[in-house]
């Protein structure tokens, strides 16, 4: 029997395609600014490089359910940053970072043949999880679309999108997935990053939306964004205990374990709050500058209440933007990457360090109006 290899039902990495882009914001003359893959630029707090250091003679091999101190870590912080409640030590677990975690998620729930809800507008790591399960995908974003699906992806705050959804929209998934036994992952890894009052980020496991069941939920966090460790591979899953039960069996299983320094510095990076509020602080401050550049230049800023990035339209093909503005020497991810629905949009993240945010807002200045397709 042939072999089908894994690599072949996959879709192009996304970020091949930037290559010739990339190649000529490289040869700007001042340098490139590099606002397309959302990567921390600042420092990890001393608190965490500390912890770290301070468990690397650690000679055994570390728990795959975390240790006491990183799940107590772990609940404490999402109740006092999130107000989510009454998650026992049962029900959280740390990850080999939030994107392996959601890659291998439908396999690890044993979702071959099922079907997998995707959103329109998506971080494409979702899509690729369905494939290695080898489920069927359906791109929706209301209940009544999700059909017969056993697992649905939702992303609030969204990437690429920065779009957030509501205590009232969020009960209406919970209420479908209750219907249907159906799992809801609800992404959660920008949390932290909410800019909007009038939007405010909302958890699946906020007691408004769950009524205090949390049966079938699983909440996704990362400690990338908020706390620079992407280096670190650091993030967690909370929510229902059945199936995080379920889900550290397996994991025991395949030997998916985050290693014992790194269970030690996110127990300091999640009792670290004004640290977090600090990088959010900087995360603010640039997106107020390249908010303004980008609409004096003639972009239009839809949703982006959340998040790390912004989404931004000239009313041109994303591909002609993104060579446009790698002229300039800023490279942005076009927003074809996440789904057609976003084949007229940039993303444009707030990663880049002050000296480069500033360096972007003065050739957006000097380049003046983008002439609208």
């Known amino acids: 029997m042939a072999r089908t290899p894994l690599g072949s039902v996959l879709p192009d990495f996304p970020w091949n395609s930037l290559a010739e882009a990339k190649a000529k914001a490289n040869r700007h003359p001042e340098g490139i600014v590099d606002l397309s893959v ?29 240790t006491p101190q990183l799940r107590e870590a772990i609940s404490s912080a999402l109740e006092r940053r999130y107000g989510i409640t009454g998650l026992s030590e049962r029900a959280v677990l740390p990850v080999v970072g939030t994107k392996e975690a959601i890659a291998w998620l439908p396999t690890l729930l044993g979702l071959r043949g099922e079907s997998v809800v995707i959103p329109s507008v998506a971080y494409p790591t979702y899509e690729v999880g369905a494939k290695i399960a080898g489920a069927d995908i359906i791109r929706a974003d209301k209940p009544e679309d999700f059909g017969n699906a056993a697992l649905v992806f939702i992303n609030s705050p969204s990437n690429p999108t920065g779009a957030v959804l509501g ?25 932290a990053l909410a800019w ?4 405010p980020a909302v958890s699946i496991l906020d007691p408004r ?25 650091s993030g967690f899953f909370a929510g229902d205990a059945d199936l995080i039960a379920e889900l550290l069996e397996v994991r025991k299983h395949a030997g998916l ?34 908010m303004r550049a980008l609409s004096e230049a003639g972009f239009r800023i839809e949703h982006s209440e959340a998040g ?27 927003g074809d990457f996440y789904g057609e629905v976003g084949k007229k949009f940039i993303r444009v993240g707030l990663n880049g360090t002050d000296e480069r945010v500033d360096a972007a807002c003065a050739r957006l200045a000097a380049a003046g109006q983008r002439n609208a397709g």
């Open 38 to 66: 959302g990567t921390p630029v600042d420092e990890v707090s001393p608190s965490v490089q500390l912890a770290l250091s301070s468990a690397a003679g650690l000679s055994g091999y570390p728990q795959t359910a975390g």
């Open 167 to 191: 205590v009232e929209e969020l009960r209406a998934i919970v209420a479908w997935a209750r219907e249907h036994d159906a799992i809801v992952a609800s992404d959660e890894c920008y949390m």
């Open 196 to 199: 909007d009052d009038d939007h």
């Open 209 to 233: 939306v769950t009524d205090g069941d949390m049966t079938g939920l699983i909440a996704m966090h990362s400690l990338s964004k908020s706390a620079n460790m992407a280096s670190y591979r």
């Open 257 to 290: 374990m985050v290693p014992g320094p790194i269970q030690a510095a996110m127990a300091a990076a999640l009792s670290d709050d004004e640290t977090e509020a600090l990088q959010v602080q900087r995360y603010a401050l640039r997106r107020a500058k390249l």
């Open 308 to 334: 790390m990035y912004l989404w931004a339209t000239s009313g041109n093909d994303c591909r002609e933007d993104v060579a446009w503005l790698a002229e300039l020497g800023i490279l942005v991810a076009p």
